[in-house]
């Protein structure tokens, strides 16, 4: 595995690591507050056919956190540009959670994208939190933390069949953050406008979700062009970390059905 760092288009440096070969690169990008070792699993098994790509998104994991202007804009650069440093001649951008609508905004800047998978995330493009939804949220992040992470959050992120070691590792990682750097990260993704950009979607996408939340296939296939997803069963808001086999799986498949040799 070779590990990098690549100046986004403000000059904050951007991690990510390299490993396996082949003409196809997979770049998998993760949710808010993780890092690009979530995908540690995909890594291993999905290397021996692909080029696997795991970057750190500006303020999370090695990438730095200096960044003052926190856009949509700006993420789906640090996207492309860690993609130009991909020598593969396709490209599958893979984004969980906040990333799923990242990494749609950075596939209209990479030319050779060949599709985007979705991981737990844009499940219906017409039930979209407002900002004023999400401030209220952010507010509750600001005044404490601790205990929004630990008694509010994980009744959207996890499933009872979650498994305890997973919910413990993702609440450890998330209270590592400062709160006012957790929210000024999250804050972008209610401020731009998905439905406008997944409308310029030109690439197939498809979607893993679990099923701890219900997806609309039909709204969501009035904004891309090319939509569908697959279920993940008895998972919360992070299959690829607590059910990694089925979900590689899953993945492999849905390449396979895209004529992605695998």
Not at 204 to 208: N, Q
Not at 222 to 234: Q, R, T, V
């Given at each position: 595995?070779?590990?990098?760092?690549?100046?986004?288009?403000?000059g904050?440096?951007?991690?990510?690591t390299?490993?396996?070969?082949?003409?196809?690169?997979?770049?998998?990008?993760?949710?808010?507050?993780?890092?690009?070792?979530?995908?540690?699993?995909?890594?291993?098994?999905?290397?021996?056919?692909?080029?696997?790509?795991?970057?750190?998104?500006?303020?999370?994991?090695?990438?730095?956190?200096?960044?003052?202007?926190?856009?949509?804009?700006?993420?789906?650069?640090?996207?492309?540009?860690?993609?130009?440093?991909?020598?593969?001649?396709?490209?599958?951008?893979?984004?969980?959670?906040?990333?799923?609508?990242?990494?749609?905004?950075?596939?209209?800047?990479?030319?050779?994208?060949?599709?985007?998978?979705?991981?737990?995330?844009?499940?219906?493009?017409?039930?979209?939190?407002?900002?004023?939804?999400?401030?209220?949220?952010?507010?509750?992040?600001?005044?404490?933390?601790?205990?929004?992470?630990?008694?509010?959050?994980?009744?959207?992120?996890?499933?009872?069949?979650?498994?305890?070691?997973?919910?413990?590792?993702?609440?450890?990682?998330?209270?590592?953050?400062?709160?006012?750097?957790?929210?000024?990260?999250?804050?972008?993704?209610?401020?731009?406008?998905?439905?406008e950009?997944?409308?310029?979607?030109?690439v197939?996408?498809?979607?893993?979700n679990?099923?701890?939340?219900?997806?609309?296939?039909?709204?969501?296939?009035?904004?891309?062009?090319?939509?569908?997803?697959?279920?993940?069963?008895?998972?919360?808001?992070?299959?690829m970390?607590?059910?990694?086999?089925?979900?590689?799986?899953?993945?492999?498949?849905?390449?396979?059905?895209?004529?992605?040799?695998?």
């Open positions: 595995m070779i590990s990098n760092y690549v100046k986004s288009s403000d904050v440096k951007i991690h990510y390299i490993s396996g070969q082949g003409e196809i690169a997979l770049l998998f990008v993760h949710g808010w507050l993780g890092n690009g070792q979530w995908w540690n699993s995909q890594s291993e098994y999905f290397s021996k056919n692909f080029t696997v790509v795991l970057m750190d998104l500006a303020g999370h994991g090695k990438s730095d956190k200096s960044r003052s202007n926190w856009t949509s804009k700006q993420y789906a650069e640090d996207i492309k540009n860690v993609s130009e440093q991909i020598k593969a001649n396709k490209l599958i951008l893979i984004g969980h959670s906040m990333s799923g609508a990242y990494v749609a905004e950075a596939s209209i800047l990479i030319p050779k994208t060949a599709a985007i998978i979705l991981v737990d995330t844009l499940q219906d493009l017409d039930q979209i939190m407002t900002i004023e939804q999400a401030s209220q949220m952010f507010e509750l992040c600001r005044k404490d933390f601790k205990s929004t992470v630990e008694n509010i959050l994980p009744q959207y992120l996890f499933a009872k069949s979650s498994p305890k070691a997973i919910c413990s590792k993702i609440q450890n990682e998330f209270l590592a953050f400062d709160p006012n750097l957790a929210v000024s990260i999250l804050e972008p993704l209610y401020k731009m406008d998905i439905r950009i997944a409308k310029k979607v030109i197939p996408v498809r979607a893993i679990s099923n701890f939340s219900p997806t609309n296939c039909f709204n969501n296939q009035k904004y891309f062009h090319d939509y569908n997803y697959c279920e993940i069963l008895g998972t919360g808001h992070y299959p970390l607590e059910k990694p086999e089925t979900f590689n799986q899953l993945l492999e498949e849905t390449l396979k059905q895209m004529k992605i040799p695998v």
